[in-house]
């Protein structure tokens, strides 16, 4: 079952009030209308890029995680909007994706390293084909 609170709480840490605050719109809403649509989609990709990097020297890493995979579900809500598919049908997003779950793995599962991870996933694609 899941834990409301918990989930709640999760996404407070990862979409804070104070980006809701300074008017009536919300801070990604006014990115989106400054960038455009696909100018925030490239966005979203560096902050995914940004959050991965940075989790192996923060505190609490799978937050970094969690907000890397918030911005992977808005860059594919957004997508989604412009040509009408997600994550999954998108290879640049599937590619974040699955970046995003090999480093939540190296968290609850391995001890790998982020450029280890990148290696293996390219490993992965390859024999994929």
């Known amino acids: 079952m899941i834990d409301v609170e918990k989930e709640n709480a999760k996404i407070d840490a990862i979409n804070p ?10 801070c990604m809403d006014a990115i989106i209308l400054a960038l455009g649509e ?15 990097w940075r989790a192996d020297h ?8 969690d907000k890397a995979e918030w911005y992977l579900k808005k860059a594919s809500e957004l997508t989604r909007w412009q040509y009408g598919w997600g994550w999954n049908d998108d290879p640049t997003l599937k590619t974040y994706k699955h970046m995003i779950d090999k480093y939540r793995n190296k968290y609850t599962a391995t001890t790998a390293t982020f450029d280890e991870l990148v290696e293996e996933w390219k490993e992965d694609e390859k024999s994929e084909e």
């Open 38 to 52: 696909e100018g925030a989609v490239q966005m979203c990709l560096g902050n995914i890029i940004k959050y991965l």
């Open 58 to 65: 923060k505190n609490a890493p799978l937050e970094n995680i």
């Open 17 to 26: 009030d104070h980006y809701k605050k300074q008017c009536d719109i919300e």
